[in-house]
């Protein structure tokens, strides 16, 4: 079973045991990106300067990848400029529900709910399967600390994180300033034809903007 970029955020998002979501904001922009890339990797849409067109509709296999593509499909036939950052800021905390349900219909994490204070409903998401993140980690590890070199989608992932600003979500315990180096190097190296990387600078770019306007929201 693969599991998405998007789920592959979330994984690391999420507290193995609690459930609970640490920088779901930040982490909400690169789950939404996630599913983007996905797409343009599978060659769904195609990013021309900031502007999302549509390029095959057909459908991938993937129930996530393809609530999505019929969402943006729609939402692409109406007026008006269709950017990455138009679509970002539109799906982040829905494709953060949608990346939940996914990851539970996998049966990689379980769904727990409660009433905080008897009243207000509240979700938990704990782990079920620990063998996918697992994997994902040792993944980024031999990537980010070990210095292997990336499959594409390895590099996507770690350029999604970086430029939402979520290397401690990766590692928590390693060595800050160098992982974030070689996640920069990572982000901007040769590993996609040009046309993918340049779709993947122009979604880095979007996402880099969105979180700051996020963190500087919460912190003032």
């Known amino acids: 079973m693969n599991i998405t970029l998007a789920e592959e955020v979330m994984l ?4 193995d045991e609690s459930g609970t979501a640490k920088k779901r904001q930040a982490a909400g922009w690169a ?5 983007l890339l996905e797409l343009v990797l599978a060659g769904r849409f195609t990013i021309v300067g900031k502007e999302l067109e549509a390029a095959d509709t057909s459908p991938t296999g993937d129930a996530l990848l393809d609530g999505r593509l019929e969402l943006i499909r729609t939402w692409l036939e109406r007026r008006g400029r269709h950017t990455v950052t138009g679509w970002l800021t539109k799906d982040h905390t ?8 996914s990851l539970c219909a996998r049966g990689v994490v379980e769904r727990r709910e409660h009433k905080a204070l008897g009243m207000f409903p509240v979700r938990r ?16 590890r031999a990537c980010v600390l070990d210095g292997a070199e990336p499959d594409q989608r390895t590099a996507g992932l770690i350029a999604l994180l970086h430029s939402a600003k979520l290397h401690d979500l990766a590692f928590a315990d390693g060595p800050r300033a160098e992982v ?24 880095q770019a979007a996402i880099a903007a969105v979180t700051a306007v996020t963190v500087l929201t919460a912190t003032s």
């Open 180 to 203: 974030k180096a070689r996640m920069a190097e990572v982000a901007e190296g040769q590993w996609a034809a040009e046309s993918i990387r340049k779709a993947i600078r122009d979604m």
């Open 12 to 15: 690391l998002s999420l507290d």
């Open 125 to 140: 998401y704990p782990e079920a399967d620990g063998s996918h993140e697992r994997a994902l980690r040792e993944r980024l």
């Open 94 to 101: 829905k494709a953060v529900a949608a990346a939940l349900d």
């Open 31 to 35: 789950v939404a990106g996630g599913i």
